[in-house]
């Protein structure tokens, strides 16, 4: 999150002032966890009270934003919408990316979210081994038991990390599962230190996940790929890792490509 009240992009010469505060409010917003008081916005936007009043009333009208009953401020649901047809279109930029993956590992690669407390998995492109690994896109799973769960958590600082392995409990999905927050911390750690995440039957017996992050990306995601242990062995894993690692640099780039028109 950003400590600082500097706006997050620079107002172009033809760009509207009040459009752009408006969504650096909306980023704050989900920063701070989606409810925020006036007084917090104005303390991190640097934005006066009545600007941001003038501007949170406007929100609110067109359902973005909502004011509770103890008078904060939280994000509204006609961002679902958005959100959801966002989601689907990443998944469509990515595909190309993810296919790169397949031709060149044979394996089944997958990307995914980090969506509240829980792993969401926006595309995938399956292997054409006739023994692969299948997620279905839309699936939900606790992050703490898959690879791209922990690509994803590494990102994390461990108080949040810990915060939210409280609310899912950690339950097993297999017997290899990490089960405790101080294991599941040494794990990240590990993570942060390779560049790299692994599943190693976690999730499925007999499955083993590769995952990195996608560096810089507008929203936290990951890309993995996803086979059987006997074919992500430790010298695939050698091979792999910088590909992902390379795809995952590439579709960020893709991501943030945008296109100005006059």
């Not at 692969?132 to 606790?142: A, C, H, I, K, Y």
């Not at 890792?241 to 028109?261: C, D, I, M, N, R």
């Amino acid at each position: 999150m950003p400590s600082s009240a500097e706006p997050r992009t620079a107002a172009s010469s033809g760009g509207v002032q009040s459009l752009e505060r408006a969504f650096d409010l909306l980023e704050r917003m989900a920063d701070a966890g989606g409810e925020v008081g006036l007084s917090e916005l104005s303390a991190s936007s640097g934005l006066p009270l009545p600007t941001i009043h003038r501007l949170m009333r406007t929100l609110v009208a067109c359902g973005y934003v909502r004011q509770q009953p103890n008078r904060r401020y939280a994000l509204g649901p006609r961002l679902i919408r958005l959100g959801e047809s966002s989601a689907r279109l990443l998944g469509t930029w990515a595909r190309p990316h993810l296919a790169r993956l397949v031709e060149e590992t044979g394996e089944t690669a997958n990307m995914a979210l980090l969506d509240g407390d829980e792993v969401v998995y926006v595309a995938q492109v399956p292997s054409r081994h006739s023994v692969r690994m299948f997620t279905e896109v839309g699936r939900r799973v606790l992050p703490h038991t898959t690879g791209v769960g922990k690509a994803l958590l590494a990102q994390s600082a461990d108080d949040e990390v810990r915060a939210l392995l409280a609310r899912t409990g950690m339950p097993a999905a297999t017997e290899k599962t990490i089960t405790t927050p101080d294991g599941f911390l040494a794990e990240l750690a590990r993570v942060r230190e390779s560049g790299f995440a692994m599943d190693d039957n976690e999730q499925e017996i007999g499955v083993r996940c590769l995952a990195v992050p996608v560096p810089d990306s507008p929203t936290s995601a990951a890309i993995s790929i996803s086979g059987p242990s006997g074919r992500v062995t430790e010298a695939a894993t050698e091979r792999i890792v910088p590909l992902l690692q390379v795809v995952a640099a590439e579709l960020s780039k893709s991501l943030a490509a945008t296109t100005v028109t006059a």
